[in-house]
């Protein structure tokens, strides 16, 4: 695996420990109500679980396992992809501050539509037939 | 593919049925606030269910002697989350219309259940996310 999926993978697994925490707090509150502004959490609940966790996690797989180019760098632009990890990290990160600075989700929305543009040009050549 | 990954996937497959019927419920009208089962089965239930056993057969070996990291911690990721997703499809349409304090606490077991099967996951799948 290459060390860019390490990064991507790991990350969402992170991602995934902080979402679940967010939905087990939020879970148990519905059950048994102990502290009401734990609400709050319920928008980073979905934007870690959704794109720190299901799409960072896609998107390590994909770079590790779609098609390697025979010449060159195999794995195409790398560095973009690179950006496209710390931009979707710290979009997620910023959106984590919404509650406190409504203006963080927004910077944050930004910061992953870029991410995610990043990762698609640096991805876009290799999905091709095999032997190219 | 290992036996668990199949009952992980197999698994999945039962909840993404279930789900979609709720679905339909939902559709006609029948809430009783079947919605948050209804996403948390297909959002844990089946994609996280499925990505789980997908990660457990296909990620890189941890070792010669235990390719897969702990099996045992694997069948206990398999069974916090399942566990803690029934009760919660079970108990928390009853929270929503008859509130009672077996539904409420059941809803408490539940939240801790299904983190500590993420949490379980991680521990066992986090060595195994390494460059090559």
Redesign the interface.
């Known amino acids: 695996m290459p060390r860019l999926s390490v990064w991507l993978v790991r990350a969402s697994f992170i991602h995934l420990m902080l979402g679940l925490l967010c939905g087990a707090l939020i879970l148990a509150e519905k059950g048994v109500p102990f502290y009401a502004p734990v609400w709050h959490l319920f928008p980073l609940h979905m934007e870690f679980l959704l794109i720190g966790w299901l799409i960072q996690l896609a998107m390590g797989v994909a770079f590790w396992i779609v098609p390697r180019f025979s010449r060159g760098a195999s794995r195409g632009p790398e560095t973009l992809v690179w950006l496209s990890w710390a931009l979707l990290n710290a979009g997620i990160l910023s959106a984590a501050f919404q509650f406190w600075f409504p203006v963080m989700l927004v910077v944050g929305r930004i910061l992953e539509v870029v991410a995610c543009i990043l990762f698609i040009v640096g991805s876009w050549r290799r999905i091709k037939p095999h032997g190219i | 593919m290992p036996l668990l990954t199949r009952v992980f996937i197999k698994t999945g497959m039962l909840c993404l049925a279930l789900a979609l019927t709720l679905g339909v419920l939902l559709a006609l009208g029948i809430t009783n606030g079947l919605f948050p089962a209804y996403i948390h089965l297909l959002?844990f239930g089946w994609?996280?269910q499925l990505?789980f056993g997908v990660i457990y057969w296909m990620?890189?070996k941890y070792s010669t002697e235990k390719p897969r990291g702990s099996e045992a911690l694997g069948w206990w990721t398999y069974a916090l989350l399942n566990i803690g997703l029934f009760m919660?499809a079970v108990?928390?349409p009853i929270?929503a219309t008859r509130p009672n304090s077996f539904?409420?606490?059941?809803?408490?077991v539940?939240?801790?259940l299904?983190?500590l099967s993420?949490?379980l996951?991680?521990v066992n799948?986090?060595q195994r996310?390494?460059?090559?």
Request: aromatic letters at 16%; glycine letters at 4%.
């Open positions: 959002v994609l996280t990505i990620f890189p919660r108990a928390e929270q539904s409420a606490w059941a809803l408490v539940s939240a801790v299904q983190f993420g949490a996951f991680t799948s986090w996310v390494r460059e090559k």
